[in-house]
Nanobody, 125 residues
Framework: VQLQAFGGGLVQAGESLRLSCSGSTLTLEGFGIGWFRQAPGKEREWVSYRGSRDGTRDYADSVMGRFTISEDVAENTVYLQMNSLKPEDTAVYYC???????????????????WGKGTLVTVSS
């Protein structure tokens, strides 16, 4: 397993949760890292993107101001801090890694080569 997302769970609306994306054989600092999610019965959608070494941070409109992507280089881990969670945030969350030369904006699944298993986030109302 080259990439793994974890940290999901069951929370109430308004609460916070932090997801982690860890690389085993990948050094995440050198890759563009994206977070995606797939709600029940819906297609997977892009959530956030962290550029490789350029400081880029990008967010979907639906999570802007509530979610923050960050990184601990020493731990080889990228985080997704999710605050003010809403029931509509309920989904399986995935992290993905892309070589820098394949990234355009980091918002499309096809830009990513490596995917971790998802972690389920459930937000109750």
């Amino acid at each position: 397993v080259q990439l793994q997302a974890f940290g999901g769970g069951l929370v109430q609306a308004g609460e916070s949760l932090r997801l982690s994306c860890s690389g085993s054989t990948l050094t995440l600092e050198g890759f563009g890292i994206g977070w995606f999610r797939q709600a029940p019965g819906k297609e997977r959608e892009w959530v956030s993107y962290r550029g490789s070494r350029d400081g880029t941070r990008d967010y979907a409109d639906s999570v802007m101001g509530r979610f923050t992507i960050s990184e601990d280089v020493a731990e080889n881990t990228v985080y997704l801090q999710m605050n003010s969670l809403k029931p509509e945030d309920t989904a399986v969350y995935y992290c993905a890694a892309a070589n820098p030369w394949t990234i355009v904006r980091g918002r499309e699944e096809h830009e990513y080569e490596y995917w971790g298993k998802g972690t389920l986030v459930t937000v109750s109302s």
